[in-house]
C-alpha cells in the first residue's frame, strides 16, 4: 500500500479547487462579449446641484474635490467614494511618458475593454485644464452585478489621464446613463492640481 504524504494530498486538493473555481470565474474576453443593458428611464444619480465638494489631499501629491458625505474607501493605489450608483476613483500608476491620444486608443481602450462589462467608448481627447493637458476618455459600460440580487445598470463614464513626472492619475466618474452630473464632473475633473 503507497502512503500520500499529507502535502501531496493537500496540493491536489488545493489544485482541484482552483480548476473547479476557475470554470465560474469570468474571463475578460466574457467582459467584452457582454451585451450592453438597455439605460433606466428615470435614472437614479443626478449628484444635487446643492451638493458641496470638499477637498481630498492624496498622500501621493494630488488634491481633487470630492463630494462630503460620500463613503470613501482607501485602495493601495489610491481611494474610492461612493454614494448609491454613483462613484469617484482615483488610482496611481507609474508611467514612462504622457498618454496622447493615439497611444490611448491603442494601448489603454483594449484593456479598459477587457477588464470592465460591455464598454462602449464614444469618444477619447486631450482637453487643457488648470493641472495641465488631460486624456478624457467617455464611454458607457454595465455596472458590476449586485453581490445579492446580481441585477446590473447601464453606466456613463468619464475617465481623465493626468500625467506629471512619471506619475500617472486616473480619474473615473460614473454614474447611471442619463443621470445630470455635467456640472459636477467638470467641477471634479478641473479641481484636480498636483502638490
Do not use: C
Amino acid at each position: 500500500m503507497k502512503i500520500v504524504p499529507p502535502n501531496a494530498l493537500r496540493n491536489g486538493v488545493l489544485a482541484i479547487g482552483v480548476a473547479i473555481a476557475s470554470l465560474f470565474l469570468p474571463t475578460p474576453a466574457a467582459f467584452s462579449a457582454e451585451k450592453p443593458i438597455p439605460a433606466e428611464r428615470n435614472p437614479p444619480g443626478d449628484i444635487p446641484d446643492t451638493q458641496v465638494f470638499i477637498d481630498y489631499v492624496s498622500p501621493v501629491g494630488f488634491t481633487l474635490k470630492v463630494p462630503e458625505g460620500w463613503a470613501r474607501s482607501d485602495r493601495a493605489d489610491g481611494a474610492k467614494f461612493v454614494d448609491k450608483l454613483d462613484g469617484v476613483i482615483l488610482s496611481v500608476a507609474k508611467a514612462d511618458t504622457a498618454p496622447t491620444v493615439e497611444s490611448t486608443k491603442t494601448d489603454y481602450l483594449p484593456k479598459l475593454e477587457a477588464t470592465e462589462h460591455a464598454v462602449k467608448v464614444a469618444g477619447v481627447s486631450a482637453v487643457q485644464l488648470p493641472a495641465g493637458t488631460a486624456i478624457r476618455i467617455v464611454y458607457t459600460s454595465n455596472s458590476e452585478p449586485n453581490p445579492v440580487s446580481s441585477r446590473q445598470v447601464r453606466l456613463e463614464n468619464e475617465r481623465y489621464l493626468y500625467f506629471k513626472d512619471g506619475k500617472l492619475v486616473t480619474l473615473e466618474l460614473y454614474a447611471p446613463k442619463g443621470a445630470d452630473n455635467v456640472d459636477q464632473w467638470q467641477l471634479m475633473s478641473r479641481s484636480f492640481g498636483w502638490r
